[in-house]
């Protein structure tokens, strides 16, 4: 927001990742209402958020019940870096070439882990990994002993104050578990 130095009211709109869903959609509900009551009084609003609009954001829920709220509104959406393009731009590692394909998951439950496929020829984005980590970490050692080849990287609050990567299974078992991270799986 600094960056772009907008004209008019900025407003933080907080939305919870609480595990409760009700209370989650409740508050996407009570912000999305905020966005409507302004654009009711014809003010033009913009949304931002960090990474892509339109991939596992917040900000499909709220064009959902905007859209059904007001069909005729024209909404522009401009699109923007995901955070797992972000880890492989700062770590320097191709996300995908040639014919290996690109695996994307946005969150796992710990009794999924030991099920979870690491393709060859692919990379697989394991995303918002605060909850499982442990299990990630000793679901994937079983696939380094496999794959002695396959590397690991780990990425947390990229492009943010305080982003830290790290390429080994020890180190990413150091770094406490954090809601901004993810791990890169290239096999």
């Known amino acids: 927001m600094e960056y772009v130095q907008p004209k008019g009211k900025v407003e933080l709109l907080t ?3 609480a595990k409760n869903r ?3 959609e409740q508050q996407v509900l009570d912000n999305a209402n905020k966005i409507l009551a302004e654009l009711e009084q014809g003010k033009n609003v913009a949304f931002a958020t960090l990474g892509d609009a339109m991939t596992y954001s917040t900000f499909g829920y709220i064009y959902a019940i905007i859209k059904e709220k007001q069909p005729q509104l024209e909404i522009e959406i401009i699109p923007g870096v995901n955070s797992f393009t972000t880890l492989a731009a700062i770590s320097k590692t191709i996300l995908a070439e040639n014919r290996e394909s690109l695996h994307v998951i946005p969150s796992f439950k710990e009794e ?4 979870a496929v690491f393709p060859e020829n692919s990379t697989t984005i394991l995303l918002k990994t605060y909850r499982s980590r ?9 696939e380094k002993e496999q794959y002695p080849n396959i590397q690991i990287i780990y990425g947390e609050h990229l492009g943010l ?9 020890e180190e990413i078992e150091s770094i ?5 991270s993810m791990i890169m799986v290239k096999k």
Not at 112 to 115: F, L, R
Not at 176 to 180: D, G, M, R, S, V
Request: charged content about 35%; glycine content about 4%.
């Open 22 to 24: 009700e209370e989650r």
């Open 161 to 169: 104050e305080g982003q830290k990567l790290a390429y080994s299974l």
């Open 176 to 180: 406490p578990e954090t809601y901004l």
């Open 15 to 17: 939305f919870s990742m």
């Open 112 to 115: 999924d882990v030991e099920h």
């Open 134 to 142: 442990k299990a990630l970490v000793s679901r994937l050692k079983k």
